[in-house]
């Protein structure tokens, strides 16, 4: 059974009509369709058959699970594939089973009978190359309630299913299929419009040669693309006319671009172009003779040719560097559009191969790429041509940005110091009081704890009135620095008032909280600022206050900044009339904390 059928235009945009109206978009909310993954089974090599029903024995086989029939281990030269899979139920009024691609021919059993087919595997277990085509079938009403089983031949190096099977209801898989083709002939079209105008550009610029070798290569990504692309079995059910198109299309793309370098570069033509013409020509030709009269398979070639691909692309572009250089703006252009294209064929050969993973639209990418490479080529000589004449705005605007680059680096220094502590660069009073505040409000939406630090230095009016106040903003910068660096990033921490400090912590309890303080108080006495007389050290007192949540609370969350503070206050008085140099915390609740 083969449900391939030829589909007019008229056909495709109907149901793209169909797809977009609303009674259609209520129809796919539970009905729409399912990827299989992750329920697959497979065996290498045909399975037995019973010889007098002459059928296939399922049940004698030994069955791997794999997530999905694709790029399989342990294949050991076979060229059959049996695959098999539970489908599950669904609410499909019209249930059809969709594959992206199979590699390379395949049968599909349900109750032990053949519901579908891509081209012929003889009784030798044999079959020929038909096309690399997506693939829908109808599934029997009790489809659910068998086992389906499939099973592959391919003498290429894949084999089984690849890129994905989803099943559903045939209108909305189709739905799938054309948007994901109209998708890529938006690609196609790029590629061709912006290839017919470097080609137009060309011919006006009397770059004859360029324009038509230009032209023809867009031309021939253009028809590569499109005999890869879902609606082109839609337009003509031939995939194995499609496949020699997209085949000889891609063997071609070297000789189209050295006939372009041959173009660009006519003055001094490199003999590396002329070579790379020669060997791809030459290459396929002989993969057509070869498919034509003898029994080998032209998809077979690929591989080869892959590696074929890399070593002329790399040995234009290497044997053409310095001719490239030599052209100027216009040399690059050419050669990052050919790198382009080199690099998003080499990922979608890549991903072929199993290699890599795949990447969506990677090609198609690299193809839009170079022809928009070749156009700017003209567009930068037109630029060229107008550079004297924009000389004077360049530079205007130029002046203007500087300017403007001025003006925005006073501003930017004007609010730093605005928020910051000439003396320490700590957070300055107003600029801490702003930050907690919003720091308070995150942590008690989340119910996260949160602790403050207030530390004072002992007698630091002493230091001033017997060392001078040099050697006081001497201490208050060690200070500041010790503090950045025993603290972690992101804490506020703030010169809040002469020799006083105040450090807010988020996402910290009262142990974490204590400890870090008295990490600090250790700190600072290690401290040692040298004078003429002797070395000064200073110790601080500390009190810590941790927040905890008994209940939700909705009020302002100045009101508990403002507490924190007060709370932070009392430990750190009652550490100094305890004679100073310690840490004292408390873990106060936040009723009793706006309570006070």
Request: hydrophobic share 45%; with cysteine.
């Amino acid at each position: 059974m083969n449900f391939f059928r030829p589909i007019t235009v008229t056909t495709l945009w109907l149901c793209l009509l169909f797809s977009s109206s609303s009674w259609a978009e209520t129809e796919l909310q539970d009905t729409s369709p399912q990827v299989l993954r992750g329920n697959w089974f497979y065996h290498w090599g045909d399975l037995p058959k019973d010889q007098t029903s002459g059928q296939w024995q399922y049940h004698q086989a030994k069955w791997t699970k794999t997530e999905f029939p694709e790029n399989l281990q342990g294949r050991q030269g076979k060229n059959i594939l049996w695959v098999k899979i539970d489908l599950p139920s669904g609410n499909w009024r019209d249930p059809y089973l969709f594959i992206s691609a199979a590699d390379l021919t395949m049968e599909v059993f349900h109750k032990r009978q053949e519901i579908y087919h891509f081209g012929k595997i003889d009784a030798q277990g044999n079959s020929r190359f038909e096309g690399w085509p997506w693939h829908i079938f109808h599934l029997p009403n009790d489809y659910d309630q068998h086992t389906l089983y499939f099973r592959i031949f391919s003498d290429y190096p894949s084999i089984g299913l690849s890129g994905e099977a989803s099943i559903g209801n045939r209108f909305n898989l189709l739905d799938e299929i054309y948007g994901s083709g109209i998708a890529g002939l938006s690609f196609i079209l790029v590629v061709l419009l912006v290839g017919i105008i470097s080609t137009i550009m060309g011919t006006i610029k009397k770059d004859r040669a360029v324009a038509v070798s230009t032209g023809m290569l867009s031309f021939n990504l253009a028809i590569m693309m499109f005999s890869e692309n879902e609606l082109s079995q839609v337009v003509l059910f031939e995939p194995l006319f499609w496949r020699y198109v997209a085949a000889f299309s891609y063997f071609l793309i070297p000789a189209f671009l050295s006939i372009i370098v041959l173009a660009w570069l006519k003055e001094t033509p490199p003999a590396i172009a002329r070579k790379v013409l020669i060997i791809t020509l030459v290459f396929a030709l002989g993969v057509a003779a070869l498919s034509a009269f003898t029994t080998f398979n032209f998809v077979n070639a690929y591989p080869y040719f892959d590696v074929l691909f890399i070593i002329l692309v790399l040995a234009l572009l290497s044997g053409c560097k310095k001719l490239f250089y030599q052209q100027g703006l216009p040399g690059i252009l050419m050669a990052f559009g050919i790198l382009t294209l080199f690099i998003s064929l080499l990922l979608d050969m890549l991903s072929a191969h199993g290699l890599i993973t795949w990447i969506g639209h990677a090609g198609q990418w690299g193809l839009i790429l170079f022809t928009l490479a070749s156009l700017m080529i003209y567009l930068v000589q037109d630029w060229q041509q107008q550079i004297a004449l924009n000389t004077l705005t360049q530079q205007l605007e130029s002046k203007v940005l500087i300017r403007t680059a001025e003006l925005q680096a006073s501003q930017n220094k004007l609010e730093k110091l605005a928020r910051e502590d000439y003396l320490t660069t700590l957070l300055n009073r107003r600029a801490f009081t702003e930050r907690a505040i919003e720091e308070v409000a995150n942590a008690i939406r989340h119910q996260r704890p949160i602790s403050l630090l207030l530390f004072d230095l002992d007698h630091f009016k002493d230091v001033n009135d017997q060392y001078g106040h040099a050697i006081g903003d001497q201490v208050l910068k060690a200070i500041a620095s010790t503090s950045k660096e025993t603290c972690r990033n992101g804490e506020l921490i703030c010169r809040y008032g002469g020799e006083e400090f105040v450090i807010l912590l988020h996402d910290t309890d009262t142990e974490f909280a204590k400890s870090l303080a008295t990490r600090l108080c250790n700190a600072i006495k290690e401290i040692e600022i040298k004078t003429d007389n002797k070395p000064i050290k200073v110790t601080a007192s500390f009190g810590v206050i941790s927040l905890n949540y008994s209940e939700p609370y909705k009020g302002s969350p100045e009101k508990v900044v403002e507490g924190l503070l007060a709370e932070a206050d009392k430990m750190m008085y009652e550490v100094k009339i305890a004679g100073r140099d310690g840490v004292k915390s408390l873990e106060i609740t936040l009723d009793h904390l706006i309570g006070t």
